[in-house]
């Protein structure tokens, strides 16, 4: 087991899917208590089956994610999962796709964080965020997805500081490639890709080891973080051959 023998009440977004969704189900194997926000019907009533309280809920609706959550006692551990991606193919640039991807991981973050955190406060928990590895260099036509995972890590690194001083802890995931529905859209190579259970197994054990920033596999995400130290011309060629259709 990954966690704290100790019972946790744990809210999960974006759980009826991908990497939020192994999360949930895993987590209930070990016995915690989950409430798991999402939108698909099948999938929430999966994991009520499995003993998850379930929330079908529009994490774009402020109010009503500041009302649903508000209904909840306690939250020890928030896992902010939810997001989508879009492609921009130039040189068409698809503002209202590129606002699109921004409004919902912004949004969805930003409205669970604002609804949760009373309770984070109250029980001394812990806040995660999930952005990408795709954040730490830049990659043709992920300039949307891109762009709104570097404002997830900028925004979780601000808020590390920020909560501090009220004794809630803040972790940023950095996944590389992990086999969910969102990736199956990509047409180009995806080295290193991990399975659910992999990326679950990875975020659980960051978390309960109290890591500040839980990164996937190292054998991708180190070099991509140290390409992104390079001249632009190195990266930009990289990004453009792994980016070639």
């Known amino acids: 087991m990954t966690n704290s023998p100790k019972k946790q009440h744990i809210l999960i977004t974006g759980a009826t899917s991908g990497i939020g969704n192994q999360l949930a189900k895993d987590y ?20 009520k089956s499995l ?5 079908d809920l529009d994490l774009m609706d402020r109010e009503q994610v500041i ?3 508000d209904k909840i006692d306690v939250v020890d551990l928030a896992i902010c ?3 989508m991606c879009e492609y921009l ?33 109250a029980s001394k928990g812990c806040l995660v965020g999930i952005g990408s590895a795709s954040a730490y260099v830049p990659f043709a036509r992920a300039e949307a997805y891109g762009s709104s995972k570097a404002a997830i890590h900028y925004l979780m ?14 972790s940023l995931v950095v996944p590389g490639f992990v086999e969910t529905p969102m990736t199956k859209q990509n047409d180009f190579p995806m080295p290193f890709i991990q399975t659910p259970a992999q990326a679950s197994q990875a975020i659980r054990d960051g ?22 130290t390079l ?6 060629q990289v990004s453009g051959k792994l980016n070639k259709k």
Do not use: C
């Open 207 to 228: 978390i309960a080891s109290g890591h500040d920033v839980i990164e996937f596999p190292k054998k991708l995400t180190l070099p991509l973080k140290a390409l992104g």
């Open 67 to 69: 009302e649903a959550f």
């Open 157 to 170: 690194k601000t808020l590390q500081i920020s909560l501090a001083p009220h004794d809630v802890s803040v």
């Open 28 to 47: 209930l194997l070990d016995d915690h208590h989950v409430y798991a926000v999402g939108r698909d019907d099948a999938a929430l009533a999966e994991l």
């Open 89 to 121: 193919d130039m040189p068409n640039f698809d503002s209202a796709s590129f606002m699109k991807v921004m409004s919902v991981n912004m949004g969805t973050l930003s409205h669970a964080i604002e609804g949760v955190l009373p309770k984070l406060i």
């Open 81 to 83: 999962g939810a997001g």
């Open 51 to 55: 003993g998850a309280e379930t929330i």
């Open 231 to 236: 001249p632009d011309l190195v990266w930009q």
